[in-house]
């Protein structure tokens, strides 16, 4: 098996990455959920890091979202 990279323990990484889905989904911030499942993972290795490789999407959708939104006096 690979070396692990992040030695912060299971349940505190379990911890804060709940804290942070719930920060993320009470502000709208959907780039927070990529995050957490990089925090959260059993066994953080060296490829690991490739689940962030989603973030750039997620940031690019949330910034298309945002400028689709429905403004008051918009039709």
């Known amino acids: 098996m690979g070396q692990q990279i992040l ?3 299971l349940p505190l990484r379990l911890v804060a990455g709940a804290a ?5 989904a009470r502000t709208n911030r959907p780039w927070t959920l990529v995050v957490a499942m ?3 993972q059993a066994l953080v290795q060296v490829m690991t890091p490739a689940v962030l ?7 690019r959708w949330e910034g ?3 400028s ?4 008051p006096g918009s039709t």
């Open 64 to 66: 298309r979202a945002l």
């Open 68 to 71: 689709m939104r429905w403004r």
């Open 38 to 40: 990089f925090m959260t």
């Open 53 to 59: 490789a989603a973030l750039p999407a997620v940031l």
């Open 7 to 9: 030695p912060v323990p």
């Open 20 to 24: 942070l889905v719930a920060w993320g």
